[in-house]
């Protein structure tokens, strides 16, 4: 005992010079920025932020119960509602389509998960390329726009009930890539056997779907909507290219990180306020993701 | 309830006629006929690569054949879906669903064919008794012995009550004391059953042991089908010669112990040293197994031979030059180019 305490003693210098190079980059790039802003979070400053002081703690509960923070969480929430399920579901679907040996299937592949390869700011640009009311790719279908005036009046992105939708499914698009890859490599994960004998028990394919791919999947799908949900929760760029937190006067796009750092948005010019916003968007994706982790943890299976 | 007595009603023969499958340019299957009878217990024998892994999946209904038809009863089955063929298969992994439970796991054919939920879980039960796996019911698969999930496999397959088990190397992850105890196993359940089993294996003592008839494959052909004792006894082929016994039969070259152009092939427990007679060889290795030793000889470069002696006899020792002769009933001969057997 005593002279393990000893050694332990000894070894310290040694540890921490081990430690040394990540523990500096950790905490220079990740732990004193953090308590910086949470720092910042409780002060008020000027707009050039030269000059900021102290008014307390409860500032946090301001901005907690401000209309504005409260709106933006629940367009966050509506925005993830939308872009998680859906890009889920679609790129289980494109996964176990290309997931057949059938010939020429790595074109398809490489198409698949191209969008991993698109940065958020040509995606966007792409998008508002499609959605743009007068010259825009859809504005120019005229069954579509019978069908759907929205497109052309005023524009699926400036109407207050299709705007989140539209920067939604670009999202989706945008991601897609990336849930396509992760999926593929879970579902060549499950052993073939598998599929071959629940197919000579007789099991169709809807079955062999239920019953041995996405169980066996599960912890891919657990992951893959760990990280989508906390995407979407950070989604910035699509926001911002493609409305602007608006249309205007419902903020109807303005989601926490658009209010945090968005050019329109209304606290734009007090850094304190965008301080305490971003811990707090912190604080709740940190829930989130144990939220996620212990109660669909319970419903995956990590194999034999 | 599950009554293994009197539930046979259809033959199961099954016959394969020029069956063929290719992927790409490898023949894995090339033109094989095989009749199998209803019940028996066919083995496909073989070194990997050899075609017997494809074979079987073909009359599982896995794999499409490229050309050829396969007969299961008087049924064509080419274009049958396997649920539809009554086949069981038994994979070499197990191929349990990790997420259920050993019984949703035996119950799991029957589920897919809507059997109601009382009757299944009597005839997962029942199944699970026959192989002693009732105290593990309600486990899943991670927490048993490779030796259990092979039971659990075994369950899964007697459960539909199939006509026909295919079994692709059920037991190569076993250990060896297992695999000798679930090799029995697997012969009573034939025994029990009355169903036709084929299956596949690369050991040959399972081969023998196991099996009613033996098919040796090479390079997605069949050398030989008979029973174990006629495969043992009349090799077909120097391939089936030096593939089945351990250690192998010796091949003597052309020339050396008889004038002629054949090869003459001997059982090590045949093979004798002899001083006058014989081919000339130098001892290369003497091994002491207890019950006897197996002197190996080197006849030239490419020629070894084994000769199996009692360890109370006068053993020659390393580097000595021997003769070596086989006893003259025993000899097997074959056709220098060909490999096949040469019957006088």
């Given at each position: 005992m005593k002279t393990s305490t000893r050694r332990r003693w000894r070894e310290t210098p040694l540890a921490i010079a081990m430690l040394g190079p990540s523990l500096l980059i950790l905490v220079a790039f990740v732990l004193y920025p953090l308590g910086r802003a949470v720092w910042l979070g409780q002060q008020r400053c000027n707009v050039q932020a030269t000059k900021c002081r102290s008014v307390g703690w409860g500032q946090y509960t301001d901005v907690l119960r401000s209309h504005e923070f409260q709106s933006a969480v629940w367009v966050t929430v509506k925005f993830a509602l939308i872009t998680v399920p859906i890009g889920l579901a679609l790129g289980v679907g494109l996964a176990v389509l290309a997931?057949?040996?059938?010939?020429?299937i790595g074109f398809f592949r490489t198409i698949f998960s191209?969008?991993?390869?698109?940065?958020v700011a040509v995606a966007s640009l792409m998008w508002l390329f499609l959605l743009q009311?007068?010259?825009?790719v859809l504005a120019n279908i005229g069954w579509l726009n019978d069908l759907f005036p929205v497109i052309k009046e005023p524009g699926l992105l400036n109407d207050k009930g299709t705007a989140l939708s539209s920067v939604a499914i670009s999202s989706v698009w945008a991601n897609l890539g990336f849930t396509f890859i992760v999926i593929t490599a879970g579902l060549q994960g499950i052993p073939r056997e598998l599929q071959e004998s629940a197919f000579v028990d007789g099991a169709g394919g809807w079955r062999r779907f239920t019953n041995v791919t996405l169980p066996l999947l599960s912890p891919t799908l657990l992951f893959t909507t760990v990280v989508l949900t906390s995407r979407a929760f950070q989604a910035y760029g699509e926001i911002d290219l493609l409305t602007n937190g608006g249309?205007?006067?419902?903020?109807?796009?303005?989601?926490v990180t658009y209010l945090i750092?968005?050019?329109?948005?209304?606290?734009?010019?007090?850094e304190g306020l965008k301080a305490a916003v971003a811990v707090l968007l912190f604080v709740i994706l940190l829930g989130l993701s144990a939220l996620q982790f212990r109660g669909l943890g319970k419903r995956v299976h990590y194999g034999a | 309830m599950f009554n293994h007595a009197n539930y046979r009603c259809i033959v199961a023969s099954i016959r394969l006629i020029g069956v063929s499958k290719h992927f790409g340019d490898v023949?894995?299957?090339?033109?094989v006929s095989l009749d199998v009878p209803d019940r028996e217990f066919m083995i496909l024998l073989g070194?990997?690569?050899?075609g017997k892994s494809t074979l079987l999946r073909t009359i599982a209904g896995l794999e499409d054949p490229t050309a050829g038809e396969v007969f299961i009863g008087d049924r064509l089955?080419?274009?049958?879906?396997p649920k539809d063929r009554d086949v069981a298969m038994v994979f070499q992994s197990y191929a349990?669903?990790?997420?259920?439970?050993v019984r949703a796991n035996i119950e799991f054919p029957l589920k897919v064919r809507g059997v109601d939920t009382t009757e299944r879980a009597a005839a997962a039960e029942a199944a699970a008794a026959t192989l002693g796996l009732t105290p593990y019911?309600?486990?899943?698969?991670?927490?048993?012995s490779g030796g259990q999930r092979q039971r659990v496999a075994l369950a899964r397959a007697i459960v539909r009550r199939p006509a026909v088990f295919c079994m692709d190397e059920?037991?190569?992850?076993?250990?060896a004391k297992l695999r000798a105890e679930t090799r029995a196993e697997i012969v009573a359940l034939h025994a029990r059953l009355e169903a036709t089993f084929v299956y596949v294996t690369h050991d040959q003592v399972e081969a023998m042991t196991m099996g009613t008839r033996i098919a040796v494959m090479r390079d997605g052909i069949i050398e030989q089908v008979g029973s174990p004792q006629e495969v043992y006894d009349r090799p077909a082929s120097v391939f089936v010669a030096q593939f089945i016994g351990t250690p192998p039969m010796n091949i003597f070259p052309a020339?050396?112990?008889?004038?002629?152009?054949h090869l003459v092939g001997g059982r090590p427990e045949s093979t004798t040293l002899s001083d006058s007679d014989g081919v000339t060889a130098t001892v290369t290795l003497v091994e002491h197994l207890g019950h006897e030793a197996q002197i190996v000889c080197a006849i030239d470069d490419t020629h070894r031979a084994i000769v199996r002696m009692s360890p109370s006899a006068t053993l020659p020792r390393h580097g000595d030059n021997v003769r070596l002769s086989v006893v003259e009933s025993s000899r097997h001969r074959f056709d220098a180019t060909s490999g096949s057997r040469i019957d006088r």
């Open positions: 997931d057949k040996h059938l010939r020429h191209s969008t991993v390869a698109t940065s009311p007068s010259v825009g249309p205007v006067p419902q903020q109807s796009t303005t989601t750092y968005g050019s329109s948005s209304i606290i734009k010019s007090n | 023949k894995a299957v090339n033109e070194p990997s690569g050899c089955v080419n274009d049958v879906l349990l669903y990790p997420h259920k439970s019911l309600d486990r899943k698969p991670g927490a048993l059920p037991l190569s992850n076993l250990d020339g050396s112990l008889e004038s002629g152009t």
